[in-house]
T-cell receptor, first 113, second 114 residues
């Protein structure tokens, strides 16, 4: 069966540009999480959705970051006015519910030049 | 602020040796998970512990949750090169007062030499 997929796998952009990162969760999974991981570090929580609503967005670093999940399935993480410090791997995970096992995608490597 | 500190940060050992990785916090967690991550991939869940003092075994891996649910350890017996990877602990503090988000530890990078 299909796992969590993320697109693109790599994204190179210039400082100040806008980017969108997409996550396709496992079908039927109601919970969806976004994380950011810097090299050699553990993932840093950004936001999670239960259905269509953002249940906890306390990890978003600032108002340049925004995420949506309009139909309770696919989610998009949006970053405005990118900065070099935004460079990292962005991971998405989904689970059957908030207590279920998280299944991670392979991540999107974002590089801001 | 990193709520979960892992030690050691790096570990390089010979095949056949035993090792223990620690995950410590000053906060109480409802549950704690251990993951292994390989380069270019997302973390993969190894185990979830939910009860203080709980011990779980997965082949050569033994996981323990502290009595106070603030810390955990992962012990690997007779390490093999296939155990090489980044080991991560992650805690969930369920409501109240928390939410269902997961907080990941700082990570332990293990290399097992043949």
């Amino acid at each position: 069966g299909a796992g969590v997929s993320q697109t693109p796998s790599n994204k190179v952009t210039e400082k100040g540009k806008y980017v969108e990162l997409r996550c396709d969760p496992i079908s039927g999974h109601t919970a969806l999480y976004w994380y950011r991981q810097s090299l050699g570090q553990g993932p840093e929580f950004l936001i999670y959705f239960q259905g269509t609503g953002a249940a906890d967005d306390s990890g978003l670093p600032n108002d340049r970051f925004f995420a949506v999940r309009p139909e309770g399935s696919v989610s998009t993480l949006k970053i405005q006015r990118t900065e070099r410090g935004d460079s990292a791997v962005y991971l998405c995970a989904s689970s059957l519910g908030t207590l279920g096992e998280q299944f991670f995608g392979p991540g999107t490597r974002l590089t801001v030049l | 602020t990193q709520l979960l500190e892992q030690s050691p940060q790096f570990l390089s050992i010979q095949e056949g040796e035993n090792l223990t990785v620690y995950c410590n916090s000053s906060s109480v967690f409802s549950s704690l998970q251990w993951y292994r991550q390989e380069p270019g991939e997302g973390p993969v869940l190894l185990v979830t512990v939910v009860t203080g003092g709980e011990v779980k075994k997965l082949k050569r891996l033994t996981f323990q949750f502290g009595d106070a649910r603030k810390d955990s350890s992962l012990h690997i017996t007779a390490a093999q090169p296939g155990d090489t990877g980044l080991y991560l602990c992650a805690g969930q503090r369920r409501p109240p007062p928390g939410t269902y988000k997961y907080i990941f530890g700082t990570g332990t990078r293990l290399k097992v030499l043949a």
